[in-house]
């Protein structure tokens, strides 16, 4: 089986002792908050112990899964660094390789081949329903030697009736189930295409997965995963279930609460990768009160130890914050190419620069990339500006005289910079018999055609002389004219 040879276990370089983890979507929706979080802690395990991180695009089920979803998991692993190791594992690929198993565990007594019919499938379910009981098919078959032949036949899991099985996993603890519970799964449907719960056994295998780090709503297939491994006769891999995501408000996270495809906190919220991550990271783990948390840090730190037991909450709020944070770290040059895509010009070198040069003055406030690229905005409208409705509530018959003053004090002014703007502006206040904010006001709404924008100041050094005293000009003309509609 082809396949296989690529798979790096047995690799002569990995050592028995390397850990090994693996992420395994389902490529049949988009990468979510959920799975980029299984990405990252299994990244952080097999980096903290040295080890590799393996990726699984589980697409077996044919019907559902598509080339959108794969390609936007790829890319959503990629946007926040969660680099796995070598080339993914396709798993549908693997399919002569998973029906191989199932007949080598038929060969072996461990599986048996199930002739029961649709209707005989059916009078158990019945017959279970009725009796008020979970449907658990221990087959006829499981001892039968007499098979019809050419008959179709589903090949089954012999698994074991008496006993239990523990798990000992290393987030939920101990976990026993009697195997009484345990049904004799289907391991080959009747068309020879393997079931989901061989394939994953199988090729956690043969990837020499040692470490499965995965959602808690896996941990009753564990249990079902554990018989085949052991039929096998297969090492078993050290299990870890990481509690769920809840929204803010505890309920299952869904749509409503930004359960939505990774791509969108990029696009439509202008998050960060790196403030994602350590959202992520924060999210069921901790290390003391540390929030802000680097990548290098997370991996020296990171253990399943300190993976809580409980739900952990969805909160924006937290993770804007953490944006924030991340905003006034970044480098200026990639804030504005990140704006310059959000504004559409991104190609456009000029108005680039003139991003770059407005990031200090962006920076401390924006929560997002939208809001910064919303907060330069006025760098580029046109003139005469549009004012927003509250901006031009601010240009009015008390503001006219104010705005002339400015206005002749800063073509007075013999330097562009902060410093002497800032003076001359206060100069104005100061004649005016006003506050600075009643100076300030006008000013921006004049400039920017808003109430809120960054610093004054700032904001005329950026606009440059000829096009701030050119706006303040428009803004005069326009309270003229509405003094002679009067
Ligand atoms: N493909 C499964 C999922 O997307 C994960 C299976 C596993 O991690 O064992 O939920």
Redesign the pocket.
Known sequence: MGATTDLAAGSPARSTDTVVT?????P?GFLHLG?AR?ALFNLLYARHHGGEFLLRI?DTDRARSTQPAIDAILAGMRWLGLDWDGEPVFQFARADRHAAVAQEMVANGHAYRCYLTQDELAAMRAAAQAAKTPLRIRSPWRDRTDHPADQPYVVRLKAPTEGATTIRDLVQGEVTVQNGELDDLVLLRSDGTPT?MLA?VVD?HDMGVTH?I??D??LN?AFR?FPIIRAMGWPEPTYAHIPLIHGADGAKLSKRHGAVGIEAYRDEMGILPEAFDNYLLRLGWGHGDDEIISREQATEWFDLAGVGKSPSRFDIKKLENLNGHYIRMADDERLADLVAGKLDFEHDDTRRAVLTRAMPALKPRAANINEMADGAAFLFHTRPIAMDEAAAALLNADSAPILNAAHAALDAANEWDTETLESAVRRVAEEQGVKLGQVAQPLRAALTGRKTSPGIFDVLVLLGRDESLARLADAAARLNARKDDQ
């Open positions: 693996r992420f395994a979507p389902s049949t799975g299984t589980e989901y994953v956690d499965v995965r959602g709503d896996h297939n995963q």
